[in-house]
């Protein structure tokens, strides 16, 4: 199983960027789908999920500012950020857990930087 973040960059607040995460070895509507991210000092945490449903669920940080969402033709998830503040500097993870196996997978993250 491979997940490829992408998207990640330099913006000032109140832009936007699109996080990308490529899926390889799992299928993504079959699997919750996880976007977590971790800033400097601080602990990972759950951002956004979608569910092998369709269901969608936010911290409440984001909620209203970012949309998860999937491209099942691409085995793709991507993580929509708008009105984008300081506080969303982290670097983010995509993420899934295959729970026939019970494994936990995460890909290499992919960093963003807001500046004020």
């Known amino acids: 199983v491979q997940l490829v973040e992408s998207g990640g960059g330099l913006v000032q607040a109140g832009g936007s960027l699109r996080l990308s995460c490529v899926a390889s070895?799992?299928?993504?509507?079959?699997?919750?789908m996880d976007w977590y991210r971790q800033a400097p000092g601080k602990q990972r945490e759950l951002v956004a999920r979608?569910?092998?449903?369709?269901?969608?669920a936010y911290v409440a940080s984001v909620k209203g500012r970012f949309t998860i969402s999937r491209d099942n033709a691409k085995n793709t998830v991507y993580l929509q950020m708008n009105s984008l503040k300081p506080e969303d500097t982290a670097v983010y993870y995509c993420?899934?857990?295959?729970?026939?196996?019970?494994?936990?997978?995460w890909g290499q993250g992919t960093q963003v930087t807001v500046s004020s």
């Open positions: 993420h899934t857990f295959a729970d026939i196996v019970a494994v936990h997978y």
């Open positions: 070895g799992i299928i993504i509507n079959i699997n919750d």
């Open positions: 979608i569910t092998s449903g369709g269901s969608t």
